[in-house]
């Protein structure tokens, strides 16, 4: 029988594959000056590991923290937010000295599987709405993160050995309200690079959205 780790160690491996053969790096050039995802990109390796120690560090009964997938796929893509999340799981063996199995447990249910089912599920949102602004902040933006983060932690916690009592059911309704917060405050921080700093975001674009040049859009973020 395939141990979980091993079965953990694939998935992550595949979604390697999938990222490197997608060039992420191509998002990451801009001729003749700094690429605008540089700076969404250098936020996330810098938060996103010590907002997965912090639970760890806090010694929390139950284990729960936010995913940050979600938010890192949208600024940055699928592709790059692979690397990403890999970087933040591993980090814990250092920041709370989680054992490698742990850490790449961690990897897959809070970062890969929910960064995966934000862009499956907001490719679908996409094509049953159309490219629209609120299907974009309503679709994409919360309620794609909040099932994508729901379904994986209540996925990740079924296969883990079952605590039973009180204890299983207070776990299933945390993961709800934790999936609903976060999507609530990614869905904010979307709304405000929407309106100030469109171009830290790979999934949005004025052209498709709005209809407008992004020239046009450039000038009148400069005035």
Same mark, same amino acid.
């Given at each position: 029988m395939v141990s979980r780790v091993a079965v953990?160690?694939?998935?992550? !491996?595949? %979604?390697?594959?999938?990222?490197?053969?997608?060039?992420? @790096?191509?998002?990451?050039?801009?001729?003749?000056?700094? =690429?605008?995802l540089a700076t969404p990109l250098l936020a996330a390796l810098t938060i996103l590991p010590w907002l997965w120690a912090w639970p760890g560090l806090a010694a929390l009964p139950i284990p729960l923290?936010?995913?940050?997938? =979600?938010?890192?796929?949208?600024?940055?893509? @699928?592709?790059? %937010?692979? =690397?990403?999340?890999?970087? !933040?799981?591993l980090s814990t063996m250092v920041s709370t000295g989680a054992s490698f199995e742990q850490a790449l447990s961690l990897t897959i249910w809070s970062g890969v599987l929910p960064a995966t089912l934000v862009l499956a599920l907001g490719q679908l949102v996409r094509k049953g709405f159309g490219p629209h602004p609120v299907a974009y902040m309503l679709g994409r933006a919360f309620f794609v993160p909040m099932l994508a983060l729901a379904g994986s932690g209540l996925l990740a916690a079924a296969l883990q050995p079952d605590p039973g009592g009180t204890r299983a059911e207070l776990h299933r309704i945390a993961l709800g309200l934790l999936a609903m917060g976060e999507a609530s405050w990614g869905c904010a921080i979307v709304s405000?690079?929407?309106?100030?700093? =469109?171009?830290?975001? %790979?999934?949005?674009?004025?052209?498709?959205?709005?209809?407008?040049?992004?020239?046009?859009r450039a000038v009148r973020t400069r005035r």
């Open positions: 953990e160690t694939i998935l992550l !491996a595949l %979604a390697w594959a999938a990222a490197l053969a997608l060039r992420p @790096w191509r998002l990451l050039q801009a001729p003749g000056g700094i =690429p605008p923290h936010w995913s940050g997938a =979600p938010l890192v796929v949208l600024l940055v893509g @699928w592709p790059l %937010a692979i =690397p990403v999340l890999t970087l !933040a799981g405000l690079l929407v309106a100030y700093r =469109p171009q830290w975001l %790979a999934t949005w674009s004025d052209a498709i959205y709005l209809g407008r040049p992004v020239r046009a």
